[in-house]
């Protein structure tokens, strides 16, 4: 089994009929799942020695570059539900890190803001995730990474084709 695939990855392939023939591009699908969880597992670990989540620290940076954020802000920015904004919020205020200040014009609606100990964490987190980020792509120089690149994109727009119908 190939090192860049998991053994579920390499079943389902094999359980589809595509094992060992047009390896390349549904061998590069399958390694690219496995890559982006070992990706997520590695990064869920460096976050959790701020006890942090990717999902929280997402919140936190959203609040810290839009001044008076709401929550509906915020999803839309990341691509959430308000209700999962909600849960992440609450989360971010038991640990002292937001805020929530009720609205004077809507009383349905709150702005966020970051806690000093909000901004002192986003302040120790950042050079320690870019130092990570760094060395995840020592060895990746422009070219390859363009190439990957151009591949993403056209992997995100058969995606988008197959979920719009285009693709059947």
């Known amino acids: 089994m190939n090192a860049l695939m998991d053994h579920k990855h390499a079943l389902l ?7 060992g023939q047009a390896a390349g591009a549904t061998d590069l699908v399958m390694a690219l799942l496995h890559t982006a969880a070992r990706i997520d597992r590695a990064c869920a670990a460096q976050l959790a020695t701020f006890d942090l989540t990717e999902g929280r620290l ?5 609040v810290a570059s839009h001044e ?4 509906a802000l915020v999803a839309d920015r990341l691509g959430i539900t308000r209700a999962a904004v909600t849960g992440l919020l ?14 004077a014009t809507d ?16 302040e120790r987190v950042s050079p320690i995730y870019g130092e ?7 060895g990746i120089d422009d070219s390859a990474a363009s190439a990957a690149l151009a591949t993403l994109d056209a992997l995100q ?9 285009a693709a059947q």
């Open 13 to 19: 392939l094999e359980h589809a009929g595509l094992r």
């Open 58 to 62: 997402s919140v936190m940076l959203v």
């Open 68 to 71: 008076g954020a709401t929550p």
């Open 90 to 103: 609450d989360g971010l205020e038991r640990q002292g890190f937001v805020t929530r200040q009720g609205s």
């Open 107 to 122: 009383r349905r609606s709150s702005t966020i803001s970051l806690t000093e100990s909000g901004s002192a964490t986003l």
């Open 132 to 138: 990570w980020l760094s060395a995840l792509t020592a």
């Open 157 to 165: 727009r058969n995606v988008e084709a197959f979920r719009s119908g």
